[in-house]
């Protein structure tokens, strides 16, 4: 169903229902039933209008987020922080998919080696895909290590001291921005 959708979504559009789509078929269905309702009359959607009317829009900034930590992408990032501070959210939550994405990241080198990544398998759509190989061509493997671990501490630092879980994410997020970079 998702192919019919292609030919009027943009491609940052198309990744974000690829990464939030579910195993539930049935509400994935929805999803596209909405954005037919949405786009009827449109030539083209973009990823805000897809975040604006997919279920869980927060998720998505915070994937965008994660994202641009990915990439070294700065301007980006800041821009996700901003949004993400103004709609108020919760920064273990941030956190635990950064370090999702880490362990990711670390395991595509194995695939790479031989082994296959119990991602690879799931359908995970991130930006390791041969459509977002650029950002994936900026690790390697101590890269990959470093991130899980900036990552993991921060959160357990985050829960330690909730008055500054904010802050101690945003660090995070950037010094893995910083960590590509490098």
Partial sequence: ALKR????????????????RGADRLAT???LDKIRLYAHGRDRLTAEDVASITCDASNVVIGRAIFAAFSGEFSQLDEMISRLS?????????????????????????????VESSFSRGGRTKFTTPER???????????A??????????????????GLALEICVRALWSVAYLVRN
């Fill in 133 to 143: 190989d650029s950002p994936a061509r900026k690790w390697n493997e101590q890269k």
């Fill in 5 to 20: 959708e292609s030919a009027f979504l943009e491609d940052d559009a198309r990744n974000i229902l690829l990464s939030s």
């Fill in 86 to 114: 103004a709609g108020g959210f919760d920064p273990q939550q941030v956190l635990a998919a950064g370090l999702r994405e880490a362990i990711f990241v670390s395991r595509s080198f194995l695939a790479r080696d031989g």
């Fill in 145 to 162: 290590a470093h991130a899980i671990s900036t990552v993991a501490q921060a959160a357990t630092r985050a829960r330690r001291e909730p």
């Fill in 29 to 31: 269905r929805s999803e």
